[in-house]
């Protein structure tokens, strides 16, 4: 098992910035794919991005561009989303996941994190 904890969330104006993180506890942290999703009132949960195990490598969804950034640091268990020039659309719950394997799907992780609110507004 692995327990996931989502935190920064919080009201930002457009255009400004939140950097969220994601604690993990249970299983070797390392051993597993980091991804975050968003799901806004309404719509199904989507991709956001994603990190490889050892942090090398990053994918993110195209609605992104170039405005959001994920790290992790193995050492400390945690993985971040840094979110620049947020727009009101950025508005949703955000979600870290983990999984064994690299996807975009929601089926490809297996432990979630309970979200944190993300709110942008005009």
């Known amino acids: 098992q692995v327990q996931l904890v989502e935190s920064g969330g919080g009201l930002v104006q457009g255009g400004g910035s939140l950097r969220l993180s994601c604690a993990a506890s249970g299983r070797t942290f390392s051993n597993y794919v980091m991804a975050w999703f968003r799901q806004a009132p309404g719509k199904e949960r989507e991709f956001v991005g994603i990190i490889t195990r050892d942090g090398d490598s990053t994918f993110y969804a195209d609605f992104v561009q170039g405005r959001f950034t994920i790290s992790r640091d193995n050492a400390k268990n945690t993985v971040s989303l840094q979110m620049n020039s947020l727009k009101p659309e950025d508005t949703a719950v955000y979600y870290c996941?983990?999984?064994?394997?690299?996807?975009?799907?929601?089926?490809?992780?297996?432990?979630w994190g309970q979200g944190t609110q993300v709110t942008v507004s005009s």
């Open positions: 996941a983990a999984g064994p394997v690299y996807g975009v799907r929601t089926k490809s992780y297996d432990y």
